[in-house]
């Protein structure tokens, strides 16, 4: 698609990461990132599809997680032969639950050219060395110096945020007042609270420096 990458929903994860780069998409090490944080054997990277783990809908879906952070677009295909396009961050709006309609079928995830070309910094962080991730915070800044935020894991669905410019820390706390946090044994909402504004504080700094 243009500059940009379009991302079979049938693509598996291993196809995913073992894809060449355009040199100038500065924002491929994600797809590492969050591979990691899905901590799956190599056998199940080469059966697991990324529009398998965004269908899903798991807060910690860490397909979701990337594409997402990336401004990624879903297309849809519709019972009526039609098709439907909606961005990632809000095709997935509660822990197992999406906006896909009966008989729908995740077809492809469409990735703009000026994501993939921006700066990003990642965190990610479990209650334990192996586990499911708990919070997974993106920063992403992009040419004209937008900069976005996107929270996953910590929350039961994606929380995108973006900023004309750099902002203030005040500014990344307002954002994540008032959120939903997750609750699950991977973590208690007060301390998934706690560690996202940690990271969310670190990601901003780093693509702002």
Request: hydrophobic share 50%; glycine share 8%; net charge negative.
């Amino acid at each position: 698609m243009g500059d940009g990458l379009r991302v079979a929903a049938t693509c598996t994860v291993e196809q995913l990461a073992a894809f060449p780069p355009d040199a100038a998409w500065t924002a491929w090490p994600l797809v590492d990132a969050c591979m990691d944080a899905l901590l799956m054997s190599f056998k199940v990277q080469g059966q697991a599809t990324v529009g398998g783990n965004v269908a899903l809908a798991l807060p910690a879906g860490a397909m979701t997680s990337l594409l997402a952070a990336l401004d990624a677009v879903a297309v849809v295909w519709t019972p009526d032969g039609g098709e439907r396009r909606e961005a990632v961050a809000d095709l997935v709006v509660g822990a197992g639950r999406t906006t896909l309609a009966a008989g729908e079928v995740l077809r492809a995830f469409d990735v703009p050219p000026h994501a993939l070309r921006a700066r990003t910094a990642v965190r990610q962080v479990s209650l334990t060395a192996v586990g499911r991730s708990a919070s997974l915070v993106v920063a992403r800044r992009d040419a004209d110096g937008t900069v976005t935020l996107t929270v996953t894991a910590a929350t039961p669905h994606p929380v995108q945020h973006r900023f004309a410019s750099a902002p203030t820390s005040a500014q990344v706390d307002g954002v994540l007042a008032g959120l939903e946090w997750f609750d699950d044994l991977h973590g208690a909402p007060d301390w998934r609270r706690a560690v996202t504004s940690l990271l969310a504080h670190e990601v901003v700094g780093e693509v702002t420096a």
